[in-house]
T-cell receptor, first 112, second 115 residues
Framework: DAMVIQNPRYQVTQFGKPVTLSCSQT?????MYWYQQKSSQAPKLLFH???????NEADTPDNFQSRRPNTSFCFLDIRSPGLGDAAMYLC???????????FGSGTRLTVV | KNQVEQSPQSLIILEGKNCTLQ??????????LRWYKQDTGRGPVSLTI?????NTKSNGRYTATLDADTKQSSLHITASQLSDSASYIC??????????????FGKGTHLIIQP
């Protein structure tokens, strides 16, 4: 089945130690998004790629970076995780115009 | 400011009963409205998506309605099951003329089904 896959489901990292979360898709969608969702809150958009074009949200901290080496893969890099970065990180994809919006199952990040 | 308000914040009902969740939005220009089900520790799963010309959309025991004039939507769950326990999120898409549309999320309604 075509889908959006996030690995790992759970990630524990040390305070200040760089960590990378991965997302892959078999939908061949143009757009890939990264969201941060903290407990009992709505997901917050961090950035998205429209094909190779990177679009950062104005309030996304510099600590968060992203890479999209090809259509299928997108990575979220947290350069120096703080305790406040502990959250669920959701990857989503869509076609141009937001059609076919599909979420991955998420990666739960714990910072110790 | 584009906003999506959901009510109630949380709801507890007995298994087998029906319930209705509400969503009011101020997003403009409007493209579509989606209802998602999010189990604890999981990503959102799409239930329905409606454009401004659609008044109702069903997916099994889930029926969504949309009134684009009053900017209100509802999600009705019929004959609830224990597996319906989850957060239900209303998401409104901003029309951006073919670009990477922005989504505005509601905070969700946390539904608990009790046996």
């Amino acid at each position: 089945d075509a889908m959006v896959i996030q690995n790992p489901r759970y990630q524990v990292t040390q305070f200040g130690k760089p960590v990378t979360l991965s997302c892959s898709q078999t939908l061949n969608h143009n757009v890939m998004y990264w969201y941060q969702q903290k407990s009992s809150q709505a997901p917050k958009l961090l950035f998205h790629y429209y094909d190779k074009d990177f679009n950062n949200e104005a309030d996304t901290p510099d600590n968060f970076q992203s890479r999209r080496p090809n259509t299928s893969f997108c990575f979220l890099d947290i350069r120096s995780p703080g305790l406040g970065d502990a959250a669920m990180y959701l990857c989503a994809t869509s076609r141009a115009g937001g059609y076919g919006y599909t979420f991955g199952s998420g990666t739960r990040l714990t910072v110790v | 400011k584009n906003q999506v308000e959901q009510s109630p914040q949380s709801l507890i009902i007995l298994e087998g009963k029906n319930c209705t969740l509400q969503c009011n939005y101020t997003v403009s220009p409007f493209s579509n409205l989606r209802w998602y089900k999010q189990d604890t520790g999981r990503g959102p799963v799409s239930l329905t998506i409606m454009t401004f010309s659609e008044n109702t959309k069903s997916n099994g025991r889930y029926t969504a309605t949309l009134d684009a004039d009053t900017k209100q939507s509802s999600l009705h769950i019929t004959a609830s099951q224990l597996s319906d326990s989850a957060s239900y999120i209303c998401v409104v898409t901003l029309y951006s003329g073919g670009g990477a549309d922005g989504l505005t999320f509601g905070k969700g309604t946390h539904l608990i089904i009790q046996p």
